[in-house]
C-alpha cells in the first residue's frame, strides 16, 4: 500500500490541505491564548483580551502571507503632486493664527524602546544625551517652549511598551509641577511563538525576572493606532479639539513641531483633506535599507526592504532610483484613525522577525510599523524634508556628533551650529571599544572640536585629552595589545594615527 504525500496531491487538494492546516494552527492558538487569559487578574483581564485579539488578527494575517508582500512588477514612482519638497509647502503661506494651529495638534513619542544596544539598562529616552539633558529632557523642553511662545496648549504623549512603562513614569514625576500635559499609553504586550509548533512559549501572562520575560514582546510601532484607542486617548484627544498628532522617535533629535507641515495640515479645504503626512528626506549609502514610499495599486504605500523580493535588493538599495526613506516623523488625523479603526480598515503588513533566545529557542515575533498604514488614509502625500530634521541616535558615534561643538543647542532642539562651513556631517565610525555609552565617556576628558571635521575612523584602545581639535580626514588605530592617547590641546588634521602613543604622568 502507498502513502499519500503532500508531493502526490493536485493544487486543489494542496490548497485545501493548506487551509486546513491554517485553520488548525488558529484553533490551536485560540486555545492557548484562552489558558493564558485565565491566569490574569481582573484588573488586568480586559487590557489583556484587547491584547490577544490584536495578536489574532495578526497571527490569522501571518498564516495567509505567501511568498514576497508585493510584485516587483506592479511598483512605479509616486505622482508629482504625492511627495511635495518642503520648501514649497515654507513657501505656502505666512504663518498666522499659530495657537489656534497648535491647539489642534498633539505629539507622541515614541518611548518603547531599551539601551540595550549602547549598553543601558532601562528606556532609551533616559540616556543623557547634551548637558545632560536625556532624550525625555530635551523633548519636554521643545514643547513647553512652544507652548510658551506661542500661548498655545499642545500635550505630549509618550507610548511606552511593557519594558520601558514603570521606570518612565517614575521619571516623569520631576515634571509634575510643570504646565505641559504628558499622558502615557502602552503598547500591547504579544506572546512570542515556538518557531516550529507556532503556539506560545508563555505559560502565565505575569511577567517576572525570570525567563517568562522572554516570552513576551511589544510589537512594533504600527501598534499605536490600537493602543491609543484601547486606552481612552483617542476619544479625549478628539474630545479636547485636537484634530493630528505629530508622531516620531523619541530618539530623533531632529524631529521637532513643524509650523509650516502643520499649516498645510489645518487650511485645507475639506473635499481635499490629507489625512496622512510621512516626512521623507533624500537617501545617502549610509541609508540604503530605509523604507522609501512607492506607487502601488492606486495608492501611495511604504516599501521596506524586508517586502523585496531577493532578486530585487540591490535595486531597492540604489540612490539613484530610490531617492527617498522614511523619516518616521509622521502627521496623522485623529479623525481617520478612528474611523479606519471602527471600519477595521487600517491595512498594516506583518513583519516577521525571527529571534534565538538564550538556550537556542528559535521563535518568531510577528511586528508592524506605524507608516505602512500611510496606504489606507486619504489623500496621504510624502513631504521632502532637509536631513537636519532626521537626526537619530541609535550608536555612541552618532552621540558623539550630537554631543559635540556641531550642534548649538536651544530650549531643548538641536540646530547644526553656524560656524559648519559644510552643511553635512562628518562620517564617524568608533570600534567596540567606545559602543557601550559609559566606556564611550571615559575616553574623552572633553568632547573634541569637530567643526571642520569630514571623517573620523577610531579603533582599539584610544582615549582623547582636553580640548583636542579634529579637522579633514582622521584615522586613529591602535592595535591589539596598544593604547592610544591623545593628549589634551591636540590639533589632528588629515592625520593617520597608529601604534602605540602613551602620555605619562610626570
Given at each position: 500500500?502507498?502513502?499519500?504525500?503532500?508531493?502526490?496531491?493536485?493544487?486543489?487538494?494542496?490548497?485545501?490541505?493548506?487551509?486546513?492546516?491554517?485553520?488548525?494552527?488558529?484553533?490551536?492558538?485560540?486555545?492557548?491564548?484562552?489558558?493564558?487569559?485565565?491566569?490574569?487578574?481582573?484588573?488586568?483581564a480586559q487590557s489583556c483580551k484587547n491584547d490577544f485579539d490584536g495578536f489574532k488578527r495578526l497571527f490569522h494575517r501571518f498564516l495567509q502571507v505567501k511568498g514576497p508582500a508585493v510584485d516587483w512588477a506592479k511598483i512605479s514612482r509616486p505622482p508629482k503632486d504625492t511627495i511635495v519638497a518642503y520648501e514649497e509647502i515654507r513657501a505656502e503661506h505666512q504663518l498666522r493664527d499659530v495657537a489656534s494651529c497648535l491647539n489642534?495638534?498633539?505629539?507622541?513619542?515614541?518611548?518603547?524602546?531599551?539601551?540595550?544596544?549602547?549598553?543601558?539598562?532601562?528606556?532609551?529616552?533616559?540616556?543623557?544625551?547634551?548637558?545632560?539633558?536625556?532624550?525625555?529632557?530635551?523633548?519636554?523642553?521643545?514643547?513647553?517652549?512652544?507652548?510658551?511662545?506661542?500661548?498655545?496648549?499642545?500635550?505630549?504623549?509618550?507610548?511606552?511598551?511593557?519594558?520601558?512603562d514603570q521606570e518612565t513614569k517614575k521619571i516623569l514625576q520631576k515634571y509634575k509641577h510643570h504646565r505641559l500635559k504628558i499622558h502615557t499609553f502602552n503598547q500591547s504586550r504579544y506572546p512570542r511563538i515556538n518557531k516550529e509548533s507556532l503556539l506560545p512559549?508563555?505559560?502565565?501572562?505575569?511577567?517576572?525576572?525570570?525567563?517568562t520575560a522572554e516570552a513576551w514582546y511589544?510589537?512594533?510601532?504600527?501598534?499605536?493606532?490600537?493602543?491609543?484607542?484601547?486606552?481612552?486617548?483617542?476619544?479625549?484627544?478628539?474630545?479636547?479639539?485636537?484634530?493630528?498628532?505629530?508622531?516620531?522617535?523619541?530618539?530623533?533629535?531632529?524631529?521637532?513641531?513643524?509650523?509650516?507641515?502643520?499649516?498645510?495640515?489645518?487650511n485645507q479645504?475639506?473635499?481635499?483633506?490629507?489625512?496622512?503626512?510621512?516626512?521623507?528626506?533624500?537617501?545617502?549609502?549610509?541609508?540604503?535599507?530605509?523604507?522609501?514610499?512607492?506607487?502601488?495599486?492606486?495608492?501611495l504605500r511604504l516599501l521596506e526592504i524586508a517586502q523585496v523580493p531577493k532578486a530585487h535588493v540591490d535595486e531597492f538599495k540604489s540612490v539613484t532610483k530610490f531617492k527617498i526613506f522614511n523619516t518616521n516623523n509622521l502627521w496623522i488625523s485623529?479623525?481617520?484613525?478612528?474611523?479606519?479603526?471602527?471600519?477595521?480598515?487600517?491595512?498594516?503588513?506583518?513583519?516577521?522577525?525571527?529571534?534565538?533566545?538564550?538556550?537556542?529557542?528559535n521563535v518568531i515575533q510577528l511586528e508592524t510599523a506605524v507608516g505602512?498604514?500611510?496606504?489606507?488614509?486619504?489623500?496621504?502625500?510624502?513631504?521632502?524634508?532637509?536631513?537636519?530634521?532626521?537626526?537619530?541616535?541609535?550608536?555612541?558615534?552618532?552621540?558623539?556628533?550630537?554631543?559635540?561643538?556641531?550642534?548649538?543647542?536651544?530650549?531643548?532642539?538641536?540646530?547644526?551650529?553656524?560656524?559648519?562651513?559644510?552643511?553635512?556631517?562628518?562620517?564617524?565610525?568608533?570600534?567596540?571599544?567606545f559602543a557601550k555609552v559609559q566606556e564611550f565617556l571615559s575616553r574623552f576628558d572633553s568632547i573634541p572640536d569637530m567643526l571642520e571635521l569630514d571623517h573620523l575612523?577610531?579603533?582599539?584602545?584610544?582615549?582623547?585629552?582636553?580640548?583636542v581639535s579634529l579637522k579633514g580626514t582622521v584615522i586613529i588605530i591602535a592595535n591589539h595589545g596598544d593604547r592610544i592617547d591623545i593628549p589634551a590641546g591636540a590639533m589632528l588634521q588629515n592625520k593617520i594615527v597608529s601604534g602605540n602613543l602613551r602620555i605619562l604622568d610626570h
Open positions: 500500500m502507498s502513502t499519500l504525500t503532500v508531493a502526490d496531491l493536485s493544487a486543489g487538494a494542496m490548497t485545501e490541505f493548506q487551509e486546513k492546516l491554517r485553520k488548525q494552527h488558529e484553533e490551536s492558538m485560540c486555545c492557548e491564548l484562552d489558558e493564558l487569559l485565565a491566569t490574569a487578574g481582573d484588573a488586568h489642534k495638534l498633539a505629539v507622541v513619542k515614541l518611548n518603547g524602546g531599551l539601551g540595550t544596544s549602547m549598553g543601558c539598562k532601562g528606556p532609551k529616552s533616559l540616556i543623557s544625551v547634551r548637558n545632560e539633558n536625556t532624550f525625555l529632557d530635551l523633548t519636554v523642553k521643545q514643547i513647553e517652549h512652544l507652548n510658551k511662545t506661542y500661548d498655545a496648549d499642545v500635550p505630549l504623549l509618550l507610548m511606552n511598551s511593557f519594558n520601558t512559549i508563555a505559560k502565565s501572562l505575569h511577567v517576572s525576572a525570570d525567563s511589544p510589537p512594533g510601532h504600527g501598534d499605536i493606532y490600537a493602543s491609543l484607542a484601547n486606552s481612552g486617548l483617542l476619544d479625549h484627544l478628539l474630545d479636547e479639539g485636537k484634530e493630528y498628532v505629530f508622531v516620531s522617535n523619541i530618539d530623533n533629535l531632529g524631529a521637532t513641531v513643524d509650523l509650516h507641515i502643520l499649516r498645510r495640515l489645518i479645504s475639506p473635499d481635499r483633506r490629507c489625512e496622512f503626512i510621512m516626512e521623507v528626506t533624500d537617501k545617502t549609502r549610509a541609508d540604503v535599507k530605509g523604507g522609501t514610499l512607492i506607487q502601488y495599486e492606486d495608492h485623529l479623525s481617520a484613525v478612528k474611523r479606519l479603526l471602527d471600519n477595521n480598515a487600517i491595512d498594516l503588513d506583518v513583519i516577521v522577525n525571527y529571534k534565538t533566545l538564550e538556550g537556542g529557542l505602512a498604514a500611510i496606504k489606507s488614509f486619504r489623500n496621504a502625500m510624502g513631504v521632502n524634508v532637509p536631513r537636519s530634521r532626521f537626526l537619530p541616535v541609535k550608536t555612541s558615534a552618532d552621540l558623539l556628533l550630537v554631543m559635540s561643538n556641531l550642534y548649538s543647542l536651544d530650549a531643548g532642539s538641536l540646530t547644526m551650529s553656524q560656524k559648519r562651513e559644510f552643511p553635512t556631517t562628518p562620517h564617524v565610525k568608533l570600534g567596540s571599544c575612523t577610531v579603533a582599539g584602545d584610544v582615549t582623547f585629552g582636553k580640548n
